[in-house]
């Protein structure tokens, strides 16, 4: 019993000193607003942004030409901004949103709300987007807001089940 109550002062002291660590916590941080637990330690929401990006695969449907180049990663100016690669499946044909038009279109509020409880067609990984926590959510947001480059067009609608998608665009 005893070596548990040190271990759970120690678990305290412990968090207490993250806490206080200024090297362990985001300058500006959403997490702080949202008043959660980092779970993403970055100097910066836009830092943040840019690793859930990377990590979470948003270029990979949403980033024109991501598959033509051969899983290459395309200049920072290009993320996001939607593309023409189909992904065809029982329900239709779908294209990777523009991203960087959604987030121009929505507060960030109505970002975090959509994220949250976001359903559309497949191949979008939703449940992945929304088990982010909230900050994370916000973070994202941040980060394409403030992405070089222009905006982009939006990518085509979807097709119905049984239409014939045209080849990409070269
Ligand atoms: C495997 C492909 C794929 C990946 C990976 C993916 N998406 Fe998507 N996403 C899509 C497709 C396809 C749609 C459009 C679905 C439709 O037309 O109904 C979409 C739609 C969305 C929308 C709705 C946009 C709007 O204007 O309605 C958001 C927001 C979104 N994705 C965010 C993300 C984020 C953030 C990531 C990375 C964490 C991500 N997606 C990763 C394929 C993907």
């Known amino acids: 019993m005893k070596t548990m109550m040190t271990a759970l002062a120690c678990a305290g ?9 200024g090297s362990v916590t985001r300058t500006i941080s959403a ?43 395309p200049p920072e100016a290009e993320w996001l901004k939607g593309s023409t690669e189909g992904h065809t499946g029982p329900w239709g044909t779908t294209y990777g949103k523009n991203l960087r038009l959604t987030t121009q279109r929505l507060s960030e509020d109505q970002w975090v709300e959509l994220l949250a409880t976001g359903s559309s067609l497949p191949p979008m990984p939703w449940p992945s987007a929304r088990a982010m926590s909230e900050a994370d959510k916000r973070a994202i947001y941040r980060y394409i807001r403030q992405l070089p480059g222009d905006a982009g067009e939006q990518a085509p609608e979807p097709l119905p089940p049984g239409a014939t998608p045209p080849a990409p665009a070269a």
Do not use: K
Not at 13 to 21: N, R
Not at 49 to 54: K, S
């Open 13 to 21: 002291a412990a968090m207490l000193l993250a806490a206080c660590d």
């Open 31 to 73: 997490s702080a607003e949202t008043g959660e637990t980092p779970m993403v330690l970055a100097a910066s929401d836009i830092e943040a942004g840019r690793y859930l990006v990377l990590v979470g695969g948003c270029n990979d449907c949403h980033t024109p030409q991501y598959a033509a180049t051969n899983g290459a990663q």
